[in-house]
């Protein structure tokens, strides 16, 4: 009796901690490179999730948001600056936008607790984020 429950107990570990292995190899073998890197955050819904307000061609998801303008020729309409203090913070151009920001830690209200005094995404994300809209330029398909 002691035996099986033990043997249970790793085989529900094995199986609970599968999944999650597999996708951190997945999503390192994909996120080599800044600009992979970039456009993983890029989507990703627990950090930037940009595409819930922006459309991007080039990205294959099938849900985009059309709150904010299409960022499919970003790149060549912005520079690596300019991007990112719209990211960082998107009140200094528009004190009414709705879009959040970024890296921008003061005057945040009603924020949970771990994301008090502390910015939404960190500074290599930041870094990665904008190598990856600096290479959105035109409509055409990349991969
Ligand atoms: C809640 C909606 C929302 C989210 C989420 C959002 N944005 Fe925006 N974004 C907007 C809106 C709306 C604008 C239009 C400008 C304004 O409101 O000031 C905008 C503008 C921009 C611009 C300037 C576009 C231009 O044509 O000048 C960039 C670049 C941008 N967003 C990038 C991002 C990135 C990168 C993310 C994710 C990290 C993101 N946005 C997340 C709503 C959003």
């Given amino acids: 009796m002691r035996c099986s429950a033990k043997a249970l107990f790793f085989m529900t570990m094995a199986l609970l901690t599968a999944p999650a292995a597999g996708l951190a190899q997945t999503d390192a073998k994909k996120a080599d490179t800044p600009v992979d890197r970039g456009k993983a955050v890029f989507i990703d819904r627990e950090r930037g999730h940009c595409l819930l307000c922006h459309q991007v061609s080039q990205i294959k998801e099938s849900f985009q ?16 600056d300019e991007l990112y203090k719209r990211i960082a913070d998107p009140t200094e ?47 055409d398909r990349q991969e």
């Fill in 93 to 139: 151009q528009n004190p009414n936008t709705v879009m959040p920001a970024y890296f921008r830690t003061h005057g945040l209200v009603q924020v949970a607790q771990a994301y008090q005094d502390r910015p939404v995404l960190n500074a290599s994300e930041m870094h990665d984020l904008v190598a990856f809209l600096l290479t959105l330029q035109g409509s």
């Fill in 65 to 80: 948001g059309n709150i904010g303008p299409d960022l499919s020729n970003i790149g060549a309409r912005l520079g690596p």
